[in-house]
C-alpha cells in the first residue's frame, strides 16, 4: 500500500517560516516526482513545488524566491521550507506523487498565516 505522511504546518505570523514534511512508502521514491499542492476551500489544488527523481525542481510563480522543496531519498520524504509567508499562502498544502499511473495524496496540512 501507499502512503504519504504529512507533519508540520500550523500557524505562523506574516514573515514568518515553516516546514512541511511528507513521508512515503510503498513506492520506489529514489525514482518518483514529488510535489506540493495547495487549496483554499471551494477552490481547486494549486501545484506549489514539484521535485523531480534528478533534484531539477519547479516553483508556481507566487512562491518563488520564498519556498523550497527537497527530498531525502534515505528518509523516502520530500520537504517544504515555506519563508517569508504572507496571509496569501494561507491554505491546506497535500504532497503528491504519481505511482503505477495512480495519484496519491497526503492527509493534507493546513497553515495559516497571521497578521
Known amino acids: 500500500q501507499v502512503h504519504l505522511v504529512q507533519s508540520g504546518g500550523g500557524l505562523v505570523q506574516a514573515g514568518g517560516s515553516l516546514r512541511l514534511s511528507c513521508r512515503t512508502s510503498g513506492i520506489n521514491f529514489k525514482i518518483s516526482r514529488m510535489a506540493w499542492y495547495r487549496q483554499d476551500p471551494g477552490k481547486q489544488r494549486d501545484l506549489v513545488a514539484a521535485i523531480s527523481s534528478d533534484g531539477s525542481t519547479n516553483y508556481a510563480d507566487s512562491v518563488k524566491g520564498r519556498f523550497s522543496i527537497s527530498r531525502d531519498n534515505a528518509r523516502a520524504t520530500v520537504y517544504l521550507q515555506m519563508n517569508s509567508l504572507k496571509l496569501e499562502d494561507t491554505a491546506n498544502y497535500y504532497c503528491?506523487?504519481?505511482?503505477?499511473?495512480?495519484?496519491?495524496w497526503g492527509q493534507g496540512t493546513q497553515v495559516t498565516v497571521s497578521s
Open positions: 503528491q506523487t504519481t505511482w503505477r499511473a495512480l495519484n496519491y
